[in-house]
Each structure stands twice: as C-alpha cells, then as structure tokens.
C-alpha cells in the first residue's frame, strides 16, 4: 500500500490554469473521490496522477518516490476509464492478458494471474467469451480485472461506471469498492455522482477552480460543509443569511428575517465575531414538522405549498410568514394534506444548523 501525495500542483493548457497549486494527501489503502463541478480540474488531477499530464509546478509522490515526471509505464496504476473500451476481437481472458504480454510476463505467470484477476471480479466462467457476448456491467467487470493484473500500486479511476443503467452502478459500485479493499489499493476515483461517493468514499476532496475546497470523509463533508459552494454542491440545502448575535464554546447564534437559530460553525477553526454577516446551511431533512410550536429560537412557523409525494419521503415547499420558501423532505410522510392544515411549525437541531463564513 502506497500514500499519494500532491504538493502545489499546478497545471496549464494555454492560459487556463486547470490545477492552482493544489496540496493533496492521501492515506495507504485509502478509496478517494474527487468531487466538484464540471471543469474544476477532476480529470487534470487523476490525469496528472497516471502520468499523461507533466505539470508545470509542484510534485507528486507514490508512497517516498517523487514520480512527478515519471512516465506513465513507469508508474505502475491500475486504470479504468468510461472510454476504456476492451479490445473486440480478443476474448476475455486475452483482453485482461493483455498488460502482462507487453511486459514480457512468462506465460505461465500470465495465465495464473489473468485466472486470479477474473476470479477477483466474478468473471471466471467467461474467460472465453467476446466482450460483445457480455452486458455491460461484466464488460466494466472485466475492464476491473484489466486494471488488477498488473498488481498496480494504486487504481485511478475515471467515471468508470457512467455508462451503466442504474441498478448496475449500485452492484459495480459496491464490488469496486470490494475490490480495492481486498487488494489494499490505494484508489483515487473521479465522479460525477455523489451518491457513489458518498456510499462507497473512506475520504473525499470537493475542487472548484482547480484548488481543493475541503477534504473529509462523506459524514462531515455533507454535515459540516465549511463553505456555501460545498454546501451548496453536495447534496441539497437551503440558505438563510443573518448576522451573529452571540458566540459560545460550541454554538453560533445567528439572527436571521424568518427568526433566530443556534447553529455551527462549518469550519470551527473559522475566526469570527459578533454582528458579522454569515450564511446558514440547513438541509431539507434536518426539519422537523408539527402543529405546536414552543421553542423561541430554531423554529419557523409557515404552510405547505407544493408538495411532491414520492413513497418513503415527501418533499415540501414551505413557505414562512415573510415568504421565504424553504425546501423540507419528510419520511414517512404526514402533512401531504398540509395546504389544509393551515400553519405549521418547523424546528431544526441546532447540530444540523451550519454556520457559513464564505
Ligand atoms: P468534467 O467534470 O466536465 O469532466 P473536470 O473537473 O474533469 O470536468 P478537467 O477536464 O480537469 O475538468 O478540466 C479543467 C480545466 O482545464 C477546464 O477548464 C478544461 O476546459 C481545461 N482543459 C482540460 N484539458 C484541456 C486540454 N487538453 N486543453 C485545454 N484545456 C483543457
């Protein structure tokens, strides 16, 4: 198992500069996602790992080995791409041979190890077969077991499960993750699609701008956003500004149009005072709906409007007094008859209000 390490990277194609001087760590045996919008520098980034980017500025390290200008041969990843089409007229044992035949691997050797890949992704009884006789999800499976056989030292992959249906994403999803865990690979693994990152992430970076925004695992990168952006792009949230009216060891109390509310920080080594402008980040879950209302602070009162049904959860507009509209989603849905009901009251914890600087 190898960390990888990326200090001040930077990255230009002409005059955009896709990577800012970006500072990365890794952990041993680690599954990271890169996150972000689109243009912000994933692919740069994981592109810049395998070696098929020099940068202009800063280093990469696998493990001790400066590897910044290695070539990409010489760097021993794993990859899998979406575009990392098998070769059509070779079968699938051949396609996954493929790797150790340019490296000059003894037969023997190649026919053990292809037989170990397959076995390791559940494809062993269609070594024989085309990839064109495969669904889509073994083809990735096979490109997995590709990936393997050259016992890389760390996997990087790039939207690998972009071109599957649905229910496939969710079985692949899952066997990746088996995969790098059973193997000790450190992963790095470019997405598009949180809920893939969220479920199957030990830690993952949010980039904008080809700078890193904040790094943690799925649990405090979702519930401790420490800027509105990350808020605002993983997940659903909605805002409420206000100014500070008071700080204790472990709450922010934050006057806002629609009411009071104590809440945290998002970033708690944020500096900040009394009477400054902040942001409140509160997801639609994190309300809870009822008729009475008795708490001063963390509460709104105001009705349903739309409300979509959808099985498990509904989701609600809620409109305050003032017409601030609000998005809640509640499970096990009782108020979808809410326009009737007249006012409501809403109350939220104060741990599940964030407290936003910037
Ligand atoms: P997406 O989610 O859309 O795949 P991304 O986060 O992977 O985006 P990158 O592909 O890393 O983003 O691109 C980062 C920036 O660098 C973008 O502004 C992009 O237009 C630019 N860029 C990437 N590759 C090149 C290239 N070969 N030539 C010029 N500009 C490039």
């Not at 070769?87 to 003894?106: D, Q």
């Not at 269609?126 to 083809?139: H, I, M, V």
């Not at 969710?170 to 949180?194: A, G, S």
């Not at 980039?207 to 605002?232: F, H, S």
Request: aromatic share 6%.
């Amino acid at each position: 198992m190898i960390s990888i390490q990326v200090k001040q990277l930077t990255k230009r194609f002409g005059k955009v500069v896709a990577l800012q001087g970006l500072d990365l760590a890794i952990n041993p045996g680690e599954l990271f996602f890169l996150l972000g919008p689109s243009g912000c520098g994933k692919t740069t980034l994981l592109r810049s790992l395998a070696g098929f980017f020099i940068p202009e500025e800063g280093q990469i390290f696998f493990g001790e080995e400066d590897v910044t200008r290695l070539e990409p041969h010489k760097r021993n990843t794993g990859m899998m791409f979406q575009s990392y089409a098998l070769w059509p007229h070779l079968s699938v044992a051949e396609n996954v041979a493929f790797g150790l035949e340019e490296r000059k691997v003894p037969r023997p050797e190649i026919n053990r190890r292809v037989a170990e890949a397959l076995a390791s992704v559940r494809m062993e009884t269609y070594a024989g077969r085309k990839p064109n006789q495969l669904s889509g999800g073994q083809q990735q499976r096979v490109a997995l077991a590709r990936a393997l056989v050259v016992r890389p030292r760390c996997l990087l992959l790039d939207e690998p499960l972009s071109n599957l249906d649905a229910k496939l994403r969710l079985e692949m999803r899952t066997e990746i993750r088996r995969v790098c865990k059973e193997f000790k690979l450190t992963t790095v693994y470019v997405t598009h699609d949180q809920k893939e990152a969220l479920s199957i992430a030990d830690r993952m970076a949010v980039l904008d701008g080809g700078r890193i925004l904040q790094v943690g695992t799925p649990r405090e990168v979702y519930t401790r956003p420490t800027r509105k952006i990350v808020a605002n792009f993983i997940g659903e949230t909605d805002f409420l500004p206000g100014k500070i009216r008071q700080i204790t060891a472990d709450r922010v109390t934050v006057e806002t149009e629609v009411g009071t509310f104590d809440g945290m920080l998002g970033d708690p080594a944020a500096v900040t005072s009394v009477g400054k402008e902040v942001t409140l980040s509160i997801r639609p879950e994190c309300w809870n709906l009822g008729s009475a209302a008795g708490k001063t602070v963390n509460q709104l009162r105001g009705h349903i409007g739309e409300a979509v049904y959808l099985g498990e959860v509904a989701q609600y507009e809620f409109i305050t007094g003032n017409g601030t509209k609000l998005k809640i989603h509640e499970r096990n849905p009782r108020y979808l008859d809410g326009a009737q009901r007249g006012e409501l009251c809403a109350t939220v914890a104060p741990e599940d209000v964030v407290v936003l600087l910037e």
